[in-house]
């Protein structure tokens, strides 16, 4: 099974064109098309040919609502709180962000995906004990390679890298931290990217 994850287009229609010339039997969006729900419409009309090969989970950019609806739209695997099962592979993913460090939670939030290490721990139980695991989130685990901003910041979610630590799926993947593009950490026996 071939697969091309990416994440955080962020309304790139020029990189979204590339990547629907790609050759895969999936491919993965790990969040954040959009600017804070802003141009979705034009994205999916470009990724559309890829119709139900493309999973998608939302990133902080989107509500859960609206990501269900815009997948619905263009035809797309919502895999958001899923598991889906491809050939001996679990494929499961849980989209949003932990609550961004400029964001007054819970009632204040800078963009609609925001989420409490609570919620994920919560979610990510429905995960547990899972065999050929690849795990795709949006947000990354904390304190890791992949979770450090330009300013120092680690911004990633505790439960995710505590998930990885005890169940250890074959292999992890995120996105939200632009500087990190194309990063990869052992963590654990788990390779993530």
Known sequence: ????????????????????????????????????????????????????????????????????????????????????????????????????????PPKDLATPGEKSEAWFRKELKKFEGLKNLLLFCHSPPFNTGLDLTRSGIHAGSKSIKNFILKNKPLYFFCGHVHECAGKKELIGKTMCF
């Open 1 to 104: 099974m071939k697969l091309f994850v990416f994440s955080d287009l962020h309304c790139d229609l020029s990189r979204a064109k590339e990547i629907t010339s790609l050759n895969a039997d999936f491919f993965v969006l790990c969040g954040d098309p959009s600017d804070v729900e802003e141009g979705l419409d034009e994205v999916g009309e470009v990724l559309s040919v890829l119709g139900e090969k493309l999973l998608v989970i939302p990133g902080n950019n989107e509500s859960e609502e609206r990501m269900r609806a815009w997948c619905e739209e263009f035809g797309f695997t919502y895999l958001h709180k899923k598991v889906l099962k491809k050939e001996k592979f679990n494929l499961a993913g849980l989209g949003q962000s932990t609550f961004l460090p400029f964001s007054n």
